[in-house]
């Protein structure tokens, strides 16, 4: 079936977050990783299997417009304030197009019906001398092949319009090869075809033979740069954190277990540790950042995973995050919940990862981290009102170094750092063989009041750009 090109233009508004907007197939979980090359920093313009990547200056919110054009306009004609332009190739097997921003979450993003395909993308950049108000034009995607021929003619194309902020005016020519045009020549590369969706660059001096304006086109030949970051690319989910152990979404995977007894939450890293909950937890729509999350009610609610070789963590490095928001008091029962709880309860000093609301020695409202229950293996956080009901999210990332004496435990909250201890003591083996991952709560009634909404554990080094990514990822989609 034919696909219909839109009457009107769609019309966003993307984060680009790291500098990066992203136009990806909606069937791929396109990786621009090495995509980001010296030379595509320099074209702002990373191109991998199933997507695109376009470089901004800064990280900023930009307005975007994309138009899908019945055909190939012919060869390039620059209106007279664009400074940058790049092309490259891209293809849509799926047929639908997600515009997003580098971190936004994959499945919110806006989809477009553009048509299966392979698509030619024209990248061009105007008023990126200016810190505000500034517009970064995308002008075309269009139907593979039609510059490749030199015909500039037949299939079908995208226009794509943004506004955001940089700076710096230049231009940048790559390419092996050239296909002349009416008013100008389109560098390509002899390597552009639908596979390999490698990109080009056009040039914009006014040497080129280009209709441009004098006043508006600089002919340096080298871009100043973007803040394009290579550690992730636009479709970025826990799977690609390394060692990803266990990924509990409440989003994807949460429901009532069969039969309505209680409910069950599957495992998105693809290892089946699957929780299922103990007393009555319920799911709550829009909990946090309007997303679903499990109910707790502090009493007998919490999720079991049983244990697995993945979650026996040894004496490796280790990160888990928790998104949640709890008002546990600190007093009655416990006064303390086990957000976070592999431990083996039966040998004190009940060695294995935990991460507790509101401390359990001096019962403050602060978050505290450990590895075994003393104060040589646990980390406390200085700010001590985390039980106030506001929604956050808490990375706990252990650097091992072998047991050694500079191994460290670390706790970020919101993306920030929030306490961290280091010495032999944090690197210990914490692998708590036979005993389950407890979330939100344990047998010994140190339950958790409030809500859970995404849990997240890695085996193994994690880069700082992954923890970024990870973080970013949390932030965006609960908003916080």
């Not at 664009?82 to 997003?100: D, F, N, Q, W």
């Amino acid at each position: 079936m034919k696909t219909q090109v839109p009457a009107k233009p769609w019309k966003l508004r993307l984060f680009a977050d790291h500098g990066q907007i992203h136009l990806v197939d909606e069937s791929f979980s396109a990786s621009f990783e090495s995509a980001w090359t010296a030379q595509a920093t320099e074209d702002r313009l990373a191109v991998a299997e199933g997507g695109i990547a376009i470089g901004t200056h800064d990280t900023a919110d930009v307005a975007v417009t994309i138009e899908r054009l019945p055909a190939a306009p012919g060869a390039p004609d620059l209106e007279k304030d664009v400074e940058h332009m790049t092309e490259g190739s891209v293809s849509i097997p799926s047929g639908k197009l997600v515009a997003m921003g580098r971190t936004d979450y994959f499945a919110d993003a806006k989809r477009l019906a553009v048509g299966a395909g392979a698509y030619r993308v024209r990248v061009s950049h105007s008023g990126i001398t200016r810190a505000r108000d500034v517009r970064l034009r995308a002008l075309w995607l269009a139907g593979f092949g039609a510059l490749l021929a030199g015909a500039c003619g037949g299939r079908s194309g995208l226009l794509v319009g943004m506004e955001g902020s940089g700076s710096g005016a230049s231009t940048s020519t790559t390419g092996s090869s050239a296909s002349s045009g009416s008013t100008g020549t389109v560098a390509t590369s002899s390597t552009d075809t639908p596979a390999s969706s490698t990109s080009s660059s056009v040039t914009t001096s006014t040497g080129s033979g280009f209709t441009t304006s004098s006043s508006s086109v600089s002919t340096t030949g080298a871009s100043s740069g973007t803040t394009a970051s290579s550690s992730s690319g636009p479709t970025w989910t826990p799977l690609q954190l390394p060692g990803l152990v266990l990924w509990l979404d409440g989003s994807d995977g949460l429901s009532p277990a069969g039969g309505g007894n209680g409910l069950v939450w599957l495992d998105r890293s693809g290892l089946h540790n699957d929780a299922a909950s103990v007393g009555s937890p319920t799911i709550v729509a829009g909990a946090i950042g309007g997303r679903p999350a499990v109910s707790l009610d502090g009493q007998s609610d919490y999720m079991v995973v049983a244990d697995s070789p993945s979650l026996q963590l040894s004496t490796n490095d280790f990160l888990f995050a928790v998104v949640t928001a709890y008002t546990t008091p600190l007093t009655g029962r416990s006064g303390y919940g086990m957000l976070y709880s592999k431990q083996d309860p039966t040998d004190s000093p009940y060695i294995g990862p935990c991460l507790v609301g509101n401390t359990q020695v001096d019962h403050t409202g602060a978050l505290q981290a450990q590895v075994s229950d003393g104060s040589s293996s646990w980390v406390v956080t200085s700010e001590a009102d985390f039980n106030d009901g506001v929604p956050f999210y808490v990375t706990v990332h252990r650097f091992a170094l072998g047991g050694a004496a500079g191994a460290e435990l670390l706790v970020r909250v919101n993306g920030a750092d929030a306490g961290s201890a280091s010495g032999s003591s944090y690197g210990i083996d914490v692998s708590a063989v036979g005993f389950p991952l407890n979330i939100g709560g344990t047998p010994a009634q140190q339950d958790v009041l409030g809500f859970i909404a995404e849990v997240v554990a890695a085996s193994g080094p994690v880069g700082a750009g992954d923890v970024d990514a990870l973080e970013g990822y949390l932030k965006r989609k609960y908003a916080l």
